[in-house]
């Protein structure tokens, strides 16, 4: 079956540690991104990635870092800078070689706990 | 003001009711509206996928837009427990050949037997 994985489903670090979160899809999906999700609030972009080797950053980006060094794969690492890393991660992806406008497919997410 | 607004519930009713979910948006470049499902620690699955004003019907949903006042509206008939989930409403934008999709806070709804 097709589709997104994402791990660890739940994650717990203490606070000063980097922790990096792994995505991957086998798709063969061109475009992939990272959201983060927090209660009473829309996702909210934190990277993108359009083509291997390439990235960009979204919405909220600072504290955040990515690699995209495999077609099918898009690490995460939550820095230390991050002020409030505590929230639900999801990585999706897109075939943008198909349209612009292809919706999006999503992992189930990793919950990460930083004490 | 938020490019997309959604009211984010708790919506509860009985089972076999008519549901409506609604979201505004701001910006009249927008062109795609999308509406996600999302079950309690999932990810988003895409539900209605729509491009110009008017309705769309996919079994017991029906995705609604209205442009002329920057509406889009998702009702669900008939329903079921099992549709007890958030429903994220979003569109897209096309930015420096990015296709950059907007979400809304979402709305919970909860189906009661």
């Known amino acids: 079956d097709g589709g997104i994985t994402q791990s660890p489903k739940y994650l717990f670090r203490k606070e000063g540690q980097n922790v990096t979160l792994s995505c991957e899809q086998n798709?063969?999906?061109?475009?992939m991104y990272w959201y983060r999700q927090d209660p009473g609030q829309g996702l909210r972009l934190i990277y993108y990635s359009q083509i291997v080797n390439d990235f960009q950053k979204g919405d909220i980006a600072e504290g955040y870092s990515v690699s995209r060094e495999k077609k099918e794969s898009f690490p995460l690492t939550v820095t230390s800078a991050q002020k409030n890393p505590t929230a639900f991660y999801l990585c999706a992806s897109s075939d943008r070689g198909s349209s612009y406008n292809s919706p999006l497919h999503f992992g189930n997410g990793t919950r990460l706990t930083v004490t | 003001q938020k490019e997309v607004e959604q009211d984010p519930g708790p919506l509860s009713v009985p089972e076999g009711a008519i549901v409506s979910l609604n979201c505004t948006y701001s910006n009249s470049a927008f062109q795609y509206f999308m509406w996600y499902r999302q079950y309690s620690r999932k990810g988003p699955e895409l539900l209605m996928y729509?491009?110009?004003?008017g309705n769309k019907e996919d079994g017991r949903f029906t995705a609604q837009v209205d442009k002329s006042s920057k509406y889009i509206s998702l009702f669900i008939r008939d329903s079921q427990p099992s549709d007890s989930a958030t429903y994220l409403c979003?569109?897209?934008?096309?930015?420096?050949?990015?296709?950059?999709?907007?979400f809304g806070a979402g709305t919970r709804l909860a189906v009661h037997p």
């Open positions: 798709l063969n999906h061109d475009a």
């Open positions: 729509t491009y110009s004003s």
């Open positions: 979003a569109t897209n934008l096309l930015s420096g050949g990015y296709n950059k999709l907007i």
